[in-house]
């Protein structure tokens, strides 16, 4: 008899990884924790964090940290599946020092070393390289004098460098700073050689910078190699550890969005706490002008929400007795009492700070084809290096000739550019739109975003506010449409009906309402009641309507609308149509989504005509339309366009629509719709504008483009430079400079994401370069 195996616990934390030079170390790292039994570990450079899944009771937090310092760098716990609360997770709640400050300070105090070696270096490098260039300024045994200084460029300045080539080759492994250490190190000892041994030491010994290698014996020596190499290089790695931080700048403005502290009611007293010791159930005090500690509910007051800072809207959004507020928007008016309902992890501002996370930590497929690239590419220079050395002094062209050829290969092949080529984009990309209110939960989502071809949008909540709005007021002969609609304004008043909201609102922007009497309600009917002195009824026909009215009765409810009869004092006075409103923004989207090369589709459950009149205002062809669709049928017809050869994105707010976005090539949910649609999707578009999904399939493209234009740009440099250097053709000083130059490049051109901007402040020209 087989016994059934225990079900096994699986635990999750990041670890905040410091020290790593290139994607080498961080693949290494991968592999020592993957080594471990029950542990599934993915690290990435960029971010500086490894995600690490293990099994409960075979391996320990204590244990992961020690395998990754055992492999030469430095770990720390960031977040656990065991963390509860803000305190242990450093989530967006306050309080806590969270992930990103402690890896952070780490950064900064990176940043902090190599720029004084920089400038260090630098000072040094100058003049270093005048005297060996210039033989004006060669003064007796000047050599000497450039010696003193390139020793304290190679030992102090590429330390860093130096210190990652043995921590790696102790573990028997090779990266690229391997290739920095060998090249320099081929540079000053063929240069204290020359020196010691050769002729280059000699009182009165001149020499002359040339473009190309010379082909001279032992009278120069390659000093200025040495410093101008590990100069840029120290510059290069400085501006890729703020491009790292540049890049987290909005994830970490995202995090510090929340408040510290709020206002509890404790027992009938105001008791002042910080926001990590909130529990669901609490109630606080919300004063204009504060922020809203932590997600809620209103349970008394009224106010206006600014909600800019999370979903990047700048109009504010009316909150009441029962509306939902989100932590780290901004009271901007009345008072508010709100109840806890969310705390910790389970936050939104905590939530978002997790997608961003997450998909900067996750690795494109593109990016791990570098890694395992890049895992073959520095033993396949080395030996291309061996091979031009060995090659050039069989054919005789001296010894000083083939070795150059070698170093300047060690140097130009460092691959930096190419493993910074997509983490950076990566990075910038998915900042930039968090900071637009587009959350990107994984790199491998800009892949989809370049094929889809089709986009389906839910037409409630997506295309349409789904709040009733007044479209039409259609007066009987001899009434006026402003009393029709102020008499039953009046009366609707009353009611707390959606039909009758819209109604309220809309004489409201007129005049103030007129006050009703002895007001009643039938369920199905509607409503009556007295106004200065008219008996006025608002609701269905109470018998035959005239022709006008009737033709506008009818048209309303083929629009997809709904009709109500104002009857004063038993005469039909007018016809109101209530519709959805469409948001002012779709009409503008629908037209984006086309010039992106998408074809937009309408999927709703509502009546064909409410459908067609809604496609029709925004700009959608009537043969695009599906209306009628039961929620359980939205996954057939997205699978149907499937069928067809089409790539679909759907856009999606309830939960209804949580299959079908998880069934599309791409799924987009509105940030205001239900948890499970949003856990659903590929994208969150948190200010809930149709608008967004345009600015995001933008914004992914263009970081997509941007990283193969970093891969592309990165190849060909070593694809085209490496053969050059191997024939002797290229100074190793200039491959140097060249090489840091390459990696700087990649990391400003992914840099340039952060100016993306959204489609209603670009050009038509901006808008179809995605």
């Not at 920089?118 to 060996?132: C, E, K, M």
């Not at 008394?300 to 780290?328: H, Q, R, W």
């Not at 029709?616 to 695009?624: K, L, P, R, S, T």
Request: charged content about 20%.
């Amino acid at each position: 008899m087989t016994q059934t195996p225990p079900s096994v616990d699986l635990l999750e934390i990041d670890l905040g990884v410091t020290g790593m030079t290139c994607t080498s170390c961080s693949s290494r790292v991968e592999r020592k924790l993957n080594k471990l039994d029950g542990v599934d570990a993915s690290v990435n450079f960029s971010t500086e964090t490894a995600t690490v899944k293990y099994e409960a009771g075979t391996t320990d937090t204590d244990q992961l940290i020690e395998v990754v310092r055992g492999a030469g760098y430095d770990a720390f716990a960031l977040r656990s599946d065991a963390d509860s609360g803000g305190d242990e997770s450093g989530d967006s709640t306050g309080g806590a020092v969270g992930p990103q400050d402690q890896i952070g300070a780490a950064r900064e105090r990176e940043a902090a070393d190599l720029k004084q070696r920089v400038i260090g270096s630098a000072i040094l490098t100058v003049p270093i390289t005048g005297l060996s260039m210039v033989p004006a300024l060669q003064f007796t045994n000047w050599q000497w004098a450039v010696l003193a200084m390139t020793t304290l460029v190679y030992v102090w300045g590429g330390a860093p460098f130096h210190r990652a080539t043995f921590v790696n080759l102790r573990h028997g492994a090779v990266t690229m700073d391997t290739l920095i250490t060998m090249g320099t190190t081929a540079a000053y000892a063929w240069s204290l050689w020359a020196l010691f041994v050769g002729n280059a030491g000699v009182a009165g010994m001149t020499m002359e910078m040339h473009l190309l290698p010379t082909n001279s014996t032992m009278d120069e020596i390659y000093l200025e190699t040495a410093a101008v190499v590990i100069t840029f290089l120290l510059l290069g790695r400085w501006f890729e550890t703020k491009a790292k931080g540049s890049s987290s700048e909005a994830l970490r403005t995202l995090l510090d969005m929340g408040a510290k502290d709020a206002a509890v009611l404790r027992d009938g007293a105001e008791v002042r706490v910080p926001v990590t010791q909130l529990q669901i159930g609490d109630v606080f005090i919300v004063r204009p002008g504060e922020k809203i500690a932590i997600d809620g509910r209103v349970v008394e007051g009224s106010s206006a929400i600014d909600e800019s800072m999370l979903t990047g809207e700048s109009v504010p959004v009316e909150a009441t007795v029962g509306t939902k507020v989100t932590g780290a928007t901004l009271n901007t008016s009345g008072r508010l009492l709100v109840e806890v309902t969310r705390v910790g992890a389970d936050t939104t501002l905590s939530q978002m700070a997790k997608l961003v996370t997450d998909a900067q930590a996750k690795k494109a497929p593109v990016e791990r084809l570098v890694d395992r690239i890049s895992q073959i590419f520095v033993p396949a220079v080395v030996v291309i290096a061996l091979v031009a050395l060995i090659v050039h002094i069989m054919l005789g062209h001296g010894v000083a000739t083939a070795f150059t050829a070698a170093v300047a290969v060690l140097i130009i092949a460092c691959p930096c550019a190419l493993g910074l080529a997509t983490p950076t984009a990566i990075l910038v990309g998915t900042g930039r739109g968090a900071q637009m209110g587009l959350l990107i939960k994984g790199p491998e989502i800009l892949e989809s975003t370049k094929k889809v071809d089709t986009i389906v949008m839910d037409k409630t909540g997506t295309v349409t506010s789904g709040v009733m709005s007044v479209r039409d007021v259609t007066p009987a002969t001899g009434f006026d449409p402003t009393e029709v609609l102020a008499m039953a304004a009046a009366v609707e008043s009353a009611s707390e009906h959606p039909i009758a909201q819209a109604i309220v609102r809309e004489a409201e922007r007129s005049a103030p309402l007129v006050e009703v009497t002895d007001f009643s309600s039938t369920a199905g009917h509607g409503v009556t009641g007295t106004v200065e002195g008219a008996r006025v009824t608002v609701g269905r026909p109470a018998g035959d309507l005239s022709t006008d009215l009737q033709d506008a009765f009818t048209g309303a409810q083929d629009q997809g609308g709904t009709p109500v009869v104002v009857q004063i004092d038993g005469v039909s006075a007018g016809v109101i149509a209530v519709r959805d409103t469409v948001k002012p923004t779709s009409a503008e989207a629908v037209r984006g989504l086309k010039d992106l090369g998408l074809t937009p589709w309408l999927l709703t459950g509502d009546n064909a005509g409410a459908a067609r009149a809604v496609a029709a205002e925004v700009g959608i062809d009537a043969e695009h339309v599906i209306a009628g669709v039961m929620p359980e049928d939205k996954v057939s017809e997205v699978e149907r366009l499937q069928d067809t050869g089409r790539n679909v994105a759907m856009v999606g707010d309830g939960v209804n629509d949580a299959a079908a976005l998880a069934r599309a090539d791409l799924g987009l949910a509105m940030g205001a719709g239900t948890d499970v649609a949003i856990e659903a999707s590929d994208i969150t578009l948190m200010n809930n504008d149709l608008l967004s999904a345009v600015d995001a399939i933008r914004l992914s493209r263009k970081t997509l483009g941007t990283i193969k234009g970093n891969l592309f740009w990165a190849f060909a440099y070593n694809a085209a430079l490496i053969p050059v250097a191997a024939f002797a053709l290229l100074n190793p000083m200039l491959a140097g400079v060249a090489m840091a130059f390459s990696s700087v490049f990649v990391v400003g051109n992914s840099l340039r994401l952060r100016r993306f901007r959204s489609w209603a402040g670009t050009t038509s020209r901006e808008r179809t370069s995605a």
